[in-house]
């Protein structure tokens, strides 16, 4: 990585400590109720993930690890990684708490070969993960060298589209297609706490078109089982949304008319 963009991950690494801290304590994760033995996981992902028990799995981008751990209650081997110092902590004392055996490691994803030397069945990543990155090349190669031959793929993630709007999803602000430079702005609240303000750090993000997501999978030799786009987000976190007797999430001027969400699956053949 150049020396630009390692500044880019950088700040974005203080934004993530500073969000963490908020984010632990917040109804959104409700990690009291997380604790007491819910899991994380969304009906979404379970269902087309499919069993994971016995299985190794690598949750890539895993915050402060709820998903990870999920995994483990569900007798998977699960190992997270995240760049977030402040996350990681906080997941490993969650796993000792709860007497699992999820492993975290604290680390950018780019550099994970320097501190990961194993195969996995399943590599998972999901919800707010692929904006931070800007290269999905480099990051659908790192899938490729950490899947055993037969592993799964699975993504699950906000559809591009969404990311092109202002915050009140009145007009387009942000390019669907990515750019040299990063998205920058600076990032004064969180998604799960609007009251609690943040110190004013520099936030960097890059727009991937489904497109690219895709290709970059299959020319890492990724065979892609299926691509689904869904009009419903499983959080309540966009601008005037209600719940649909699903229980998913809509937003009321849009309806089922834009897409929130989509999903890939691949295997490594």
């Given at each position: 990585?150049?020396?630009?963009?390692?500044?880019?991950?950088?700040?974005?690494?203080?934004?993530?400590?500073?969000?963490?801290?908020?984010?632990?304590?917040?109804?959104?994760?409700?990690?009291?109720?997380?604790?007491?033995?819910?899991?994380?996981?969304?009906?979404?992902?379970?269902?087309?993930?499919?069993?994971?028990?016995?299985?190794?799995?690598?949750?890539?981008?895993?915050h402060?690890?709820q998903?990870?751990?999920?995994?483990?209650?569900?007798?998977?081997k699960?190992?997270?990684?995240?760049?977030?110092?402040?996350?990681?902590?906080?997941?490993?004392?969650?796993?000792?708490?709860?007497?699992?055996?999820?492993?975290?490691?604290?680390?950018n994803?780019y550099?994970?070969?320097?501190?990961?030397?194993?195969?996995?069945?399943?590599?998972?990543?999901?919800?707010?993960?692929?904006?931070?990155?800007?290269?999905?090349?480099?990051?659908?190669?790192?899938?490729?060298?950490?899947?055993?031959?037969?592993g799964?793929?699975?993504?699950?993630?906000?559809?591009?589209?969404?990311?092109?709007?202002?915050?009140?999803?009145?007009?387009?602000?942000?390019?669907?297609?990515?750019?040299?430079?990063?998205?920058?702005?600076?990032?004064?609240?969180?998604?799960?706490?609007?009251?609690?303000?943040?110190?004013?750090?520099?936030?960097?993000?890059?727009?991937?078109?489904?497109?690219?997501?895709?290709n970059?999978?299959?020319?890492?030799?990724?065979?892609?089982?299926?691509?689904?786009?869904?009009?419903?987000?499983?959080y309540?976190?966009?601008?005037?949304?209600?719940?649909?007797?699903?229980?998913y999430?809509?937003?009321?001027k849009?309806g089922?008319?834009?897409?929130?969400?989509f999903?890939?699956?691949?295997?490594?053949?």
């Amino acid at each position: 990585m150049s020396k630009e963009t390692n500044k880019y991950f950088e700040s974005n690494k203080k934004l993530w400590n500073e969000r963490t801290s908020v984010h632990v304590k917040s109804n959104f994760y409700d990690n009291d109720g997380f604790l007491a033995g819910k899991s994380s996981l969304n009906k979404i992902e379970l269902d087309e993930l499919g069993d994971v028990k016995g299985k190794s799995v690598l949750h890539l981008q895993c915050h402060f690890g709820q998903d990870t751990i999920s995994f483990a209650r569900m007798g998977a081997k699960a190992t997270g990684v995240d760049f977030s110092e402040e996350a990681i902590k906080n997941a490993r004392e969650m796993n000792e708490k709860l007497g699992l055996d999820a492993e975290f490691i604290n680390c950018n994803v780019y550099d994970l070969k320097e501190h990961l030397d194993k195969k996995f069945d399943i590599i998972f990543t999901s919800y707010g993960v692929i904006g931070w990155l800007p290269d999905l090349n480099e990051w659908a190669n790192l899938i490729n060298h950490f899947l055993k031959p037969g592993g799964i793929f699975y993504i699950i993630e906000f559809h591009p589209v969404i990311w092109m709007f202002d915050d009140n999803f009145e007009k387009i602000d942000y390019p669907y297609f990515t750019t040299a430079k990063p998205i920058e702005m600076v990032s004064t609240s969180t998604y799960t706490d609007s009251e609690t303000e943040l110190s004013g750090i520099k936030e960097y993000s890059w727009n991937h078109a489904l497109s690219e997501v895709i290709n970059s999978l299959m020319q890492a030799d990724l065979k892609i089982q299926f691509v689904n786009e869904y009009p419903f987000s499983p959080y309540n976190i966009f601008p005037d949304m209600y719940a649909g007797e699903d229980g998913y999430w809509r937003m009321k001027k849009f309806g089922d008319k834009l897409p929130q969400l989509f999903s890939i699956r691949a295997v490594k053949e």
